[in-house]
């Protein structure tokens, strides 16, 4: 299968390099030189620091690379089996393009989008045969994160679902399926990691450095929410909870922190401005998280409990499969434990009780239990 990637930024240059690596010919196309070469000359960069390591030859890195035809034309899909898109995310630049790239490529060819937030079906909608288009949302790095997302819209074919998804497979990743609706599976279930403890650090209970303690130490994640953030890019971050609350009707679960907006708006974007919840400056000194085990477990729990309750959620309005949703927690974003298997390890009741504790003392819709956990609880 030739392979077409439109967009060399940091997403389309790691899916390129992926399917390259698994042998495909592969047609780049970006319409700004200047990213085009920067994106090729990182790829090289990182693929010679494995040729001193000794994992892959000079010889392999060569072929690889020259497996990668670069362009700036569209045209040159014209006869690639699948075209990924990893452009800009913005739904009106999206569908004309796609509408643009059906114009050249050919009649069987399947259109893909690496789209974390916008809908595929109104992507999928811009063609003339919308059949063709699906969501394939890789994971950032792309080439080391195992998952990818599978969106098939409401207009995708079976035939295409099963094409990509096996291509995809093929290259050694781990598909979920997933239903299209905002924020997918991960950046639906993984809101409350940062909502909860923005939610905590605001209403003063503890400061940034102990909920990363306890998330960490704890918890067993790998990175605590605000480190998280603050590599994410407090922007970034910011924009997909402001998307997926607005997407979400304005469900109260997923509002934004001013916190985040301040620190935002005031370009404390994190590690790449070297500054956000921590001052990365050289020789800066950052608050000492307080190891208090009884704060620090309170903290896991509310946190936790409304990780699981969205997970719980997503398995109630069916958005993935149970197996899919842990496995996309735990492939995605490096979950220590997939969520629902962590609730049953819990108690599911356990859970329903935390909830239920918090819905109380707060009389926020935000703490609402899903009817999924309670009938988990029921049923165990
Ligand atoms: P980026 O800004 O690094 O790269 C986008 C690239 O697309 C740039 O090189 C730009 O020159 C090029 N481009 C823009 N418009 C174009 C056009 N009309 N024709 C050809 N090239 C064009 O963006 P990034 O981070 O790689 O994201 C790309 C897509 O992947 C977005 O939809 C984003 O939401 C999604 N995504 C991003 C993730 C991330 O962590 N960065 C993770 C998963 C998905």
């Not at 010889?59 to 690639?80: K, P, Y």
């Not at 089996?81 to 050919?106: C, G, R």
């Not at 299209?180 to 950046?187: L, R, S």
């Not at 067993?220 to 994410?232: E, S």
Request: with cysteine; charged share 20%.
């Amino acid at each position: 299968m030739k392979v077409g990637v439109l967009g060399a930024g940091s997403m389309g240059i790691g899916i390129a390099q992926i399917a390259a690596s698994f042998g495909h010919e592969v047609v780049l196309c970006d319409n700004n030189a200047a990213s085009m070469e920067r994106s090729i000359q990182g790829l090289t960069k990182i693929l010679h620091r494995l040729v001193e390591k000794g994992r892959i030859t000079l010889e392999q890195v060569n072929a690889l690379l020259g497996r990668i035809q670069q362009t700036s034309l569209i045209n040159e899909f014209n006869d690639c089996d699948i075209v990924i898109e990893a452009i800009v995310e913005n739904l009106a630049v999206k569908k004309s393009v796609f509408q643009k790239m059906e114009d050249v490529v050919s009649d069987t060819c399947i259109l893909a989008t690496n789209t974390s937030s916008l809908s595929v079906a109104s992507i999928a909608a811009s063609c003339e045969k919308p059949e063709r288009v699906i969501g394939v949302h890789f994971f950032n790095p792309a080439p080391l994160m195992k998952l990818v997302e599978i969106i098939p819209a409401i207009q995708t074919s079976a035939e295409v679902l099963q094409k990509a998804r096996a291509l995809i497979d093929s290259w050694q990743k781990v598909t979920v399926l997933t239903k299209d609706t905002p924020g997918f599976i991960v950046n639906r279930v993984a809101r409350p990691f940062y909502g909860e403890s923005l939610r905590i650090l605001e209403e003063g209970i503890a400061d940034v450095a102990t909920i990363d303690w306890a998330m960490t130490a704890l918890a067993g994640f790998r990175m605590g929410p605000f480190t998280l953030m603050d590599y994410i890019g407090n922007d970034v971050n910011y924009v997909v909870t402001e998307t997926v609350f607005t997407a979400f009707y304005f469900d109260p679960r997923y509002k934004p922190a001013f916190t985040q907006k301040r620190l935002s708006e005031a370009g404390y974007l994190g590690k790449k401005t070297g500054r956000g919840y921590y001052n990365y400056a050289e020789g800066a000194t950052n608050p000492e998280a307080t190891k208090d085990q009884v704060l620090g477990q309170k903290i896991v729990d509310r946190v936790l409990a409304m990780l699981i309750n969205e997970a719980a959620d997503a398995l109630f309005w069916n958005i993935a499969s149970a197996e899919d949703i842990d496995l996309a927690m735990t492939k995605g974003v490096n979950y220590p434990k997939g969520l629902l298997a962590w609730a049953k390890e819990i108690g599911y009741q356990t859970c329903v009780d935390r909830l239920d504790a918090l819905y109380n003392e707060y009389h926020e819709d935000r703490y609402r239990c899903s009817p999924m956990l309670r009938r988990m609880a029921k049923e165990v």
